[in-house]
């Protein structure tokens, strides 16, 4: 069976004033599994995703979900079609629950407004069972069901990152773009923010993920693209890019 073309770009690239931040990329992300990029500080992978998601118009180039052009669309309909990153979604309110930390996600984009979001509560239980039996499932998966009740600022780092893949389920993406999923918490959770990654993308959701714990990425990625100073410099299986010359350059290059 042939893989599935879920995201294509060709020749992209965005520039900040003399700054070549994305220049010239073209990547393909098929439907499934889990999907790396990598590259030193500074390489463009944040400004790539960023223009994936329409926050950054590109400066040259295309982008295609499903076979679709999408560079031309707003942020608010590329999230439409299932593209979302969970930091689009509204950052944690630390005073307030993880189940209504996981509610605000779902309506952020819903068109209500923060406003509507955080105060027109009785529809928590009247209209939104759908909602909250979708919230308690990631609260499970991601293992903080016994912290429900419990606010977001009571949370451990690592509990925090879990909650924050756990609300960009929410939004019932196709393909889910993570910044540093891993960044800032220990190996053990790093781990298994990965494995709850694995056990997603056989539901149906791909996840294309910068990492600079490389170490953790490179266990679960099916495929990894490098990029060095806004440029792809190479790609390939996780086990065949350790041995490639193109991603030392690139990182020792930085030095
Ligand atoms: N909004 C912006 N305005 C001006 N320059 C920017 C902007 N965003 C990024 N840059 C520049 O573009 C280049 C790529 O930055 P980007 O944040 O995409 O890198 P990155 O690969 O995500 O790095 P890191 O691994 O540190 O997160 C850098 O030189 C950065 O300074
Ligand atoms: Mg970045």
Redesign the pocket.
Same mark, same amino acid.
């Given at each position: 069976m042939p893989e599935e073309e879920l995201l294509k770009i060709e020749e992209l690239s965005k520039h900040?004033g003399g700054?070549y931040?994305v220049s010239g990329v073209s990547l393909d992300v098929r439907k499934g599994g889990i999907w790396g990029l990598v &590259?030193p500080? &500074? #390489? &463009?992978? #944040?400004?790539l995703f960023n223009t994936i998601l329409g926050l950054y118009r590109p400066d040259g180039g295309c982008i295609y979900f499903n076979g679709r052009k999408i560079n031309n669309l707003s942020s608010h309909q590329i999230y439409g079609l299932g593209i979302v990153n969970s930091f689009q979604v509204p950052r944690l309110f630390f005073q307030m629950s993880v189940m209504d930390n996981m509610l605000v996600a779902a309506r952020g984009h819903q068109g209500d407004g923060l406003f509507n979001s955080l105060f027109l509560r009785g529809g928590w239980q009247s209209q939104e069972r759908e909602l909250i039996d979708r919230a308690l499932e990631f609260i499970e998966l991601v293992e903080l069901g016994k912290m429900v009740f419990a606010l977001a600022g009571e949370l451990s780092g690592g509990q925090r990152k879990l909650l924050e893949l756990a609300r960009g389920l929410m939004a019932k993406p196709r393909l889910l773009l993570l910044d540093e999923p891993a960044a800032g918490v220990n190996p053990v959770v790093g781990k298994k923010i990965f494995q709850k990654l694995q056990t997603l993308s056989k539901n149906g959701t791909t996840f294309f993920v910068v990492e600079?714990r490389l170490e953790i990425l490179f266990n679960f990625a099916s495929w990894v693209y490098v990029?060095d100073r806004g440029k792809m410099v190479t790609q390939g299986q996780p086990e065949k890019i350790v041995d490639d010359p193109a991603f030392y350059q690139a990182y020792l290059g930085a030095e």
């Open positions: 900040f700054v931040a &590259g500080n &500074g #390489s &463009g992978k #944040s400004t600079h990029m």
